[in-house]
């Protein structure tokens, strides 16, 4: 097996962190994981160099300025980023590096490392209103947070539905509508040679997506206290 770099991007809720966790539960001999740096506040029950390093802003930029990240982008008002050196780390020791990022920082890594090197996945629910009932479970934002990180979401999907036909950034698009399934298929294209063809329709089911998802946020409250 050569070690590859597995990109999972998808809008906040769309469950990329937790296929990358079953990732290295079913198969913790063939993929690790780069903890990512971050700078927001830990949600209940994340840890420290588990979840995520969390960084203070200053740091953040420090480190960014030392040139110390693989890719990171600025996220719903907070900083995210890889850093190389966890990438390396996994590399060096013969496993696939599962990467859990967001659309900007898949970008960025596609360009340091281009097929075969990588293999880039978009990962969307089955549906918008999943997405919503997904981020609303977490009881992090208020409404006009919400909103926000689905006009985010939009702008993601839309992204990835422009890139279906010259497929410049991502190799497959996966609707995560049943784990186990969403688990397999991330293995089979993370060990296949070549990324494969583009599913004929999956172009006009992201178009269908976006416009879907806007109508959901458009019947949020405009505002509202944040949930405790």
């Known amino acids: 097996m050569t070690p590859r770099v597995v990109v999972l ?10 296929i990358a966790n079953e990732l290295r539960r079913r198969l ?7 903890v990512s740096a971050t700078t927001r506040k830990p949600r209940t029950g994340e840890r420290d160099g588990e979840d995520y390093y969390f960084l203070t802003r200053e740091e953040f ?15 719903a008002g907070e900083l995210y980023g890889t850093l190389q050196a966890e990438v390396a780390r996994v590399l060096a020791g013969g496993k696939h590096v599962v990467l859990d990022i967001e659309v900007k920082g898949a970008q960025q890594v596609r360009t340091v490392y281009p ?3 990588s293999v880039s996945i978009f990962v969307i629910p089955p549906s918008p ?3 919503i009932e997904r981020l609303r479970k ?14 985010i979401a939009v702008r993601e999907v839309e992204t990835a539905r422009a890139d279906v036909p010259v497929r410049r950034v991502f190799d497959h698009i996966l609707v ?25 329709d999956m172009a006009a089911r992201l178009a269908d997506f976006v ?4 109508q959901e946020a458009g019947q949020l409250r405009p505002s509202a206290r944040r949930s405790t």
């Open 138 to 151: 977490r009881r992090t934002e208020s409404e006009q947070e919400l909103r926000e990180r689905l006009a």
């Open 176 to 200: 995560n509508d049943d784990l186990d399934t969403a688990v397999n298929r991330v293995i089979e294209w993370a060990d296949a040679r070549e990324a494969g063809r583009p599913v004929p």
């Open 115 to 117: 097929r075969p090197a």
């Open 28 to 34: 913790p001999t063939i993929f690790g994981y780069s």
């Open 211 to 214: 416009r879907e998802l806007e």
């Open 9 to 18: 991007a998808a809008p906040s809720g769309g469950g990329k962190t937790t």
């Open 129 to 131: 209103r999943v997405l």
């Open 61 to 75: 930029q420090r480190r960014v300025r030392a040139g110390d990240f693989l890719e990171w982008a600025e996220y």
